[in-house]
């Protein structure tokens, strides 16, 4: 490795760098799939809904794992070891919660008798399917980040203290949380 | 700070570890296998010739379908008993190329020449290549997603040629797949296993096209050499930086289109369908509506188009200023146009949809954002044109596809004026003279500006030269045929002759054509097997081409050109050479060209 000196101010490390301009195309994807909805549900047959009640406790539980990786991140950066391990694998429980909390909602919706996928389906209905299972997919790829991560912890000898990937799935992490609630906020309210 | 710096700055790691991702900002050597070099390389040099031979195998094969469908055109009562033995029955069947295959061939040819031959191909090829080079970096930000990038695009690929061989044959529903033909099996045979096939490859397209432009803007922006600061950049880069740009945030809006396809495909649900019978049967499908999905389609299908122009218009003012002699005319101007045809590629998409009733209040602002296109692309040629005034020409195979490219973008920039009033649409919509515009303006000058990128760097990429009198010929050929193929379907299009109709001679209004159609195809033909010349060229040259003795050979003044002939994984033995000034120092105080990399002296000012 070459020497350098480093008076020059601080850049953002290539590798968070190309997660933010991912994080805006993933946007772009939940964008293309919000708008096809407003634009669908300004025709005729929309069915109006109420949104099932496990949606609620799901984002009390992403939310919460926001928190978790906060104070992660935060031990891992004070070197406090057993700490950032109990904490990143919480983070990864809420995790599953949050995806076995949405599965029950859409149990929930079938139970009421709305009819979510299948021929007499209302596109309503259905676009809560493409939209919440993509999302799903983005936080199952969290789950297996922050497995990968925690593994790390755990099976290494020689540590390290690079806090770079760490930091790295720690923003998509909450990115995945800022999205939900941007969905739920947006399902909720237009309906 | 250089790259290595940036990439373990924040490194305080006792010991350093490697893992893929850590290891690339170092000159160390690796030990390289046949495997780690050839097929699974992380040198952003060799994924480059990936992409471009990949491209290349489908332009061959793209083209092929042109020329059997133009045969269908041509000569719609010839019979060829000889292509049904080689290709079989579902493709010609007594003599005659069927119904079905005609459309087969016209959907796969228009997907694989807008995504895999002039999206991968071309970005894939430059960007890849390019950025590094020109930026002085030692690979791309990430040269492990790089590879992916290229084997998601493999991928793509293996499914689309898969889709050729399946006995109800590939998707037949036109490169748009609008639904219902798209979403309904039991609309035509291609809508089938085709379909699913097409729709996998596509999505495994979109993958790799997200990889690569994540990794092309990141490396534009993190990893530039010192002293390269964005307004030196040479307009390659820029060029290639906003297709990275549109790419990444207008695929997933397709990639949203397809999923939703996917689920009225195989879930039963009513994204897009309504009120259908399909050969007498009802079906239960309800309230949903086809034209949601041909917003979503051209919300990236717009922007798509200058993905495919952006990168040639790159090259091209790169080519053009090198083999004048003279700096590009009006740098900052060229960044400005740029910039602005990305904005408006967002804004215009609903010009393809004049006529799906759309609301004729909003057809106006369209027709507006759409017309307003026009200024930046008349800044860059009148850029183009008065950096050749004047200029000592080389004229070079390089530079002659050069100016190829910008006379056709001029000729097919004028029709996409027409185009682009939805008054005048009503007559040309779904005519030849969309499909000569649009082949011109996209397909064939997008096609020059590659044409004129491999000319002009293949001495770097093989440390070999290619035939100039092959490629002079190849110029020449193509360049007439290219205008005497699309330029009477401008008089079709106006004459009201539809496209996608599989014989023109039973309607009394188009018999007229019948030879105009035999001259067309006829000259089609010749113009594809000139580029078995550019084959041979391409292919013979890299073994047996004449050696590169100068490190450079076009008096350049990029960062390329510095590197050594054959440059290594890393580009550069020792340090990244550091810039001084902007890419277009040519003629300046007496001199040839001053590379970027001299040091501005105490009588110059700075750029």
């Excluded at chain 2, 803007?217 to 990275?244: E, Q």
């Excluded at chain 2, 007498?280 to 499908?285: D, E, Q, Y």
């Amino acid at each position: 490795m070459t020497t350098v000196s480093s008076n020059e101010p601080k850049r953002l490390h290539p590798h968070k760098f190309t997660l933010w301009v991912a994080m805006g195309s993933i946007c772009m994807m939940f964008a293309g799939l919000t708008s096809a909805y407003i634009v669908k549900r300004n025709q005729a047959n929309w069915l109006e809904f109420a949104l099932p009640k496990s949606f609620y406790y799901s984002t009390a539980a992403i939310m919460l794992s926001s928190a978790t990786m906060y104070i992660a991140l935060k031990a891992f950066k004070a070197r406090e070891r057993s700490r950032y391990k109990n904490f990143i694998a919480l983070t990864a429980v809420l995790g599953v919660l949050f995806g076995v909390l949405q599965t029950l909602g859409f149990n929930e919706l079938t139970s009421q008798g709305i009819k979510l996928l299948g021929f007499g389906s209302n596109a309503a209905a259905s676009f809560l399917v493409p939209i919440i299972g993509l999302h799903m997919l983005h936080v199952a790829g969290g789950i297996i980040a922050l497995l990968v991560t925690l593994f790390r912890a755990f099976g290494r000898k020689i540590k390290s203290y690079n806090t770079t990937p760490i930091e790295i799935v720690a923003t998509y992490w909450h990115f995945v949380d800022l999205l939900w609630i941007y969905l739920f906020i947006f399902l909720a309210w237009i309906k | 700070m250089s790259n290595e710096a940036v990439l373990h700055a924040p490194t305080t790691t006792i010991t350093h570890h490697h893992d893929a991702h850590a290891d690339h900002g170092h000159e160390h050597h690796h030990h390289e296998t046949f495997i780690t070099k050839y097929v699974f390389s992380q040198d952003h040099k060799m994924i480059a010739k990936q992409f471009l031979i990949t491209g290349m195998v489908w332009a061959v094969l793209g083209g092929l379908m042109s020329v059997l469908f133009r045969l269908q055109l041509g000569y719609p009562d010839a019979k060829f008993p000889w292509l049904q033995d080689l290709l079989g029955k579902f493709w010609v069947e007594d003599g005659k190329i069927t119904a079905q295959a005609y459309y087969a061939l016209v959907t796969t040819h228009g997907t694989v020449l807008v995504f895999f031959v002039l999206t991968a191909g071309l970005s894939g090829t430059f960007a890849n290549f390019l950025i590094p080079l020109q930026i002085g970096a030692r690979d791309m930000a990430s040269p492990f997603m790089n590879m992916l990038s290229y084997w998601f695009f493999f991928a793509a690929s293996c499914v689309m040629l898969s889709s050729l061989f399946v006995e109800t044959g590939p998707f037949s529903g036109g490169w748009t797949a609008y639904p219902p033909l798209s979403a309904l099996g039991q609309a035509s045979p291609g809508s089938k296993t085709g379909m699913d096939l097409w729709l996998i490859a596509m999505a495994l397209f979109v993958v790799s096209s997200l990889l690569g432009g994540l990794n092309y803007i990141a490396t534009v922006l993190n990893m530039r050499t010192k002293g390269m600061s964005m307004t030196r950049m040479p307009l390659t880069i820029w060029a290639l930086f906003f297709t990275a740009v549109l790419g990444v945030l207008s695929f997933p809006v397709l990639f949203s289109g397809f999923i939703l396809l996917i689920f009225d495909r195989n879930f039963g649900t009513s994204f897009y369908l309504s009120d259908l019978y399909v050969n007498g049967v009802t079906l239960p499908n309800e309230g949903g509506s086809a034209i949601l999905f041909q917003h979503l389609f051209w919300f990236l299908g717009h922007p798509e188009v200058y993905i495919i122009l952006l990168p040639a218009m790159g090259m091209v003012s790169e080519i053009l200023s090198t083999n004048a002699r003279k700096p590009i005319f009006g740098y900052i101007a060229m960044i400005g146009s740029l910039f602005a045809i990305a904005i408006l590629a967002f804004l215009v998409w609903a010009h393809h949809m004049f006529v799906t009733g759309l609301n004729p209040f909003l057809g106006s602002i369209f027709v507006l954002l759409t017309l307003l296109i026009a200024v930046p692309s008349a800044i860059k040629v009148f850029n183009w044109l008065t950096t050749l005034w004047r200029g000592n020409i080389r004229f070079t195979p390089g530079m002659l596809f050069a100016i190829g490219f910008v006379s056709l973008f001029i000729s097919g920039g004028l029709t996409g004026i027409w185009l682009g009033n939805s008054a005048l649409d009503i007559h040309l919509h779904d005519t030849y003279f969309v499909i000569a515009h649009f082949h011109i303006v996209m397909g064939v000058a997008s096609m020059f500006g590659m044409f004129a990128g491999v000319y002009h760097w293949y001495p770097k990429m093989y440390g070999r030269y290619l035939n100039n009198t092959l490629a002079y010929t190849h110029f020449w050929i193509t360049l007439i045929g290219a205008y005497l193929i699309f330029w009477p379907m401008h008089y079709q299009g106006l004459a009201g002759m539809p496209r996608r109709y599989y014989d023109y001679s039973i309607w009394e209004s188009f018999k007229q054509f019948a030879e105009l159609n035999r001259f067309i195809s006829t000259v089609a033909m010749v113009v594809f097997a000139t580029q078995l010349l550019f084959l041979f060229n391409f292919f013979y040259s890299i073994f047996k081409g004449r050696k590169v003795t100068n490190q450079n050979p076009w008096g350049s003044t990029t960062l390329e050109w510095t590197a050594p002939i054959r440059p290594g994984h890393g580009n550069w033995p020792g340090e990244i050479p550091e810039v001084h000034r902007w890419a277009y120092d040519y003629g300046k105080d007496g001199r040839d060209f001053v590379p970027q990399t001299e040091p501005v002296g105490a009588n110059e000012s700075h750029h």
